[in-house]
């Protein structure tokens, strides 16, 4: 056999998703057409973003959203599998993933409109049962329900889940080695062409700039970051971050700079990393070690950060390889 026919050549696909992008890098042999491949994962990403955004009036979602409390509704299996991972989250979260807080990201400003005075003290003064009680998911016929008034918002786990879409597509095509990721989640299948892990950067709790804080090396892998110095809003002067405390229906108020949590799907890092957000680095390290996770906590304390780290993946890295 030639050594034409045995060399890989490097892939790095991309294309717009849920307002932002997706990306895949991932190795095939010399004269491999990516372009179907392309497409697949284009097409596995706008499935998602179809059925999963709050930002389309016709999505899937949305249309759960406007049915009334006491209707079933018929959503599709992706939608259905999203649903019934942010319940179960939520249930061993304590409620601090609530996927039920679409009213509250709203008036706050983090959706179509500005923040609006009237609609936060709706959402603050609300009376709220957790999503995990008020959404029926029927185990038979799939149908899915309200019993009590729900806005549902899946922004802290579907771009998680359409990075898995990418892993799942890629597979399907025959590649197993490859990283994909969408906006900062990424998941990690198989190797590198050299036998080692992929490497991933923990970005740095830091606004004014990206740089790398931690790297890690990933193999069968997905992490992801909840963080409160990428996404904000500024609100009589005062800059909050979007991710949601349930039980004030408002932003989190003091939270960890960043958390990290490496899991099998992205769509489960991605949910925890918010859940372990709200809980903070005291509860937020305690909830983690029960649930048997890999996460890495990063506090400001001055001009210093401070790391708690969670799970087999952190703790036996006690100098884990930094970049300064």
Request: hydrophobic share 45%; aromatic share 4%; net charge negative.
């Amino acid at each position: 056999m030639s050594k034409m026919s045995t060399e890989r050549v490097r892939f790095a696909l991309n294309g717009p998703t849920m307002g932002t992008r997706w990306s895949a890098l991932f190795f095939a042999p010399d004269g491999f057409d990516p372009a179907p491949v392309q497409a697949a994962l284009q097409a596995a990403t706008g499935e998602v973003d179809a059925q999963m955004s709050t930002w389309n009036a016709g999505s899937d979602l949305m249309r759960l959203n406007a049915a009334p409390v006491g209707a079933r509704v018929t959503v599709p299996d992706r939608l259905s599998e999203v649903l019934r991972l942010g319940l179960e989250i939520g249930l061993a979260s304590g409620g601090a993933f609530d996927i039920g807080m679409g009213d509250a990201v709203t008036a706050w400003g983090f959706g179509l409109e500005a923040a609006a005075p009237e609609r936060i003290r709706s959402a603050m003064t609300a009376k709220r049962v957790p999503t995990h009680q008020a959404l029926d998911i029927d185990g038979t016929t799939g149908l899915v329900g309200k019993t009590s008034p729900l806005a549902l918002d899946l922004n802290g786990i579907a771009k998680g889940y359409g990075v898995d879409r990418l892993a799942e597509t890629l597979t399907a095509h025959g590649i197993g080695d490859a990283l994909v990721g969408i906006d900062g989640e990424m998941r990690a299948l198989g190797l590198r062409t050299d036998g080692e892990a992929w490497t991933i950067a923990v970005e740095a709790p830091d606004p004014a700039r990206r740089a790398p804080h931690t790297i890690l090396a990933l193999q069968d892998a997905a992490v992801a970051t909840s963080g409160d110095y990428r996404h904000w809003v500024e609100v009589q002067g005062r800059r909050l971050s979007h991710t949601m405390d349930p039980g004030r229906g408002a932003p989190l108020i003091a939270s960890p700079a960043s958390v990290t949590v490496v899991a099998r799907t992205c769509a489960e890092a991605d949910a925890w990393a918010t859940a372990l957000m709200v809980k903070g680095s005291l509860e937020g390290a305690m909830l983690a070690r029960r649930c048997n996770l890999n996460a890495l906590f990063i506090d400001r304390e001055g001009d210093h950060l401070r790391e708690t780290r969670v799970g087999r993946l952190f703790e036996t890295r006690p100098d884990p390889e930094r970049v300064s």
